[in-house]
């Protein structure tokens, strides 16, 4: 059977990164609607003449076309769908954060068609809003919960419906822990974090009603995230480091 009979034409992706490969090639990761994650050749990509110079780029939407039954496929067609115009200033480390995770923490040709659409939305809010923080907070807890991190937001360890008004202690592979302030003595920050029930709520609708459910939602994604990535994630110690040489 021909390598090209095993062709995908057509589907909705983002490029996540894309390396250099040969001469005047470019290895591609971008993550497809239907597909999950898949690994392609762009060959002669490099080359001033080629067409496909405007259209690989990060942050907007494509229709990426190819085929091959390896794990690296040949890019066969690509057109930039547009929709947006590229991210700016801090909103472009929030969209090279969001690559970083999509490329650390999915397998190849896993498909998830709802962390494509969660993508997909945080990248138009990335692009068009000048605070896309709830969007980020939304994207993160999408992915934890598609790739099987994140805990169930609807009930506790004991099975009881999360209480709005309660405090829980969350940790890494563990279901959310009510305090009732008598147990306080035996938690500690740095095997968890203390989150108020009215934020789990909110989180797991992906409705925030004040910053300070953000920041509490915050705390959970990033420590979940830490847990997966112990080895850190490179955009996100960039947009630190540049935001304490703001305040110097």
């Known amino acids: 059977m021909s390598d090209k009979s095993h062709r995908i034409n057509h589907q909705p992706a983002f490029l996540l ?3 250099p490969w040969r001469e005047s090639s470019l290895w591609l990761e971008v993550f497809s609607r239907d597909y999950g994650r ?28 190819w085929y091959g039954s390896g794990e690296l ?15 700016q200033g801090r909103a472009l480390f929030s969209g090279l954060y969001a690559n970083e995770l999509m490329l650390k923490l999915t397998a190849r040709e896993d498909p998830h068609p709802k962390l494509y659409d969660a993508l997909f ?13 709830a969007a980020l907070r ?4 999408s992915l934890l919960t598609e790739l099987g991190f994140a805990p169930d937001l609807q009930r506790d ?13 969350l940790r890494p592979e563990h279901a959310a822990l009510p305090l009732d302030g008598t147990d306080d003595v035996y938690i500690s920050e740095a095997q968890g ?9 909110q989180l797991r609708k992906g409705e925030f009603d004040s910053g300070n459910s953000l920041q509490q939602a915050l705390k959970l994604t990033r420590m979940l995230i830490d847990f997966c990535l112990p080895e850190g994630v490179k955009s996100r110690q960039v947009l630190q480091q540049m935001q304490a040489f703001e305040f110097e």
């Open 17 to 19: 990164t894309a390396t």
């Open 157 to 169: 360890e004991a099975g009881c419906a999360i209480d709005a008004e309660r405090d829980y202690w």
């Open 38 to 65: 898949v690994a392609l050749l762009a060959r002669s990509a490099r080359k001033r003449q080629s067409e496909l110079r405007g259209v690989l780029v990060p942050f907007v939407p494509m229709s990426a076309s």
């Open 138 to 141: 939304c994207f993160e807890w």
């Open 193 to 201: 974090v203390v989150i108020k029930g009215n934020s789990l709520i």
């Open 121 to 133: 939305t945080l990248m138009k809010a990335v692009a068009g809003q000048p605070n896309h923080v």
């Open 73 to 87: 496929k040949t890019l066969h067609r690509a057109e930039w769908l547009g929709g947006w115009a590229l991210p």
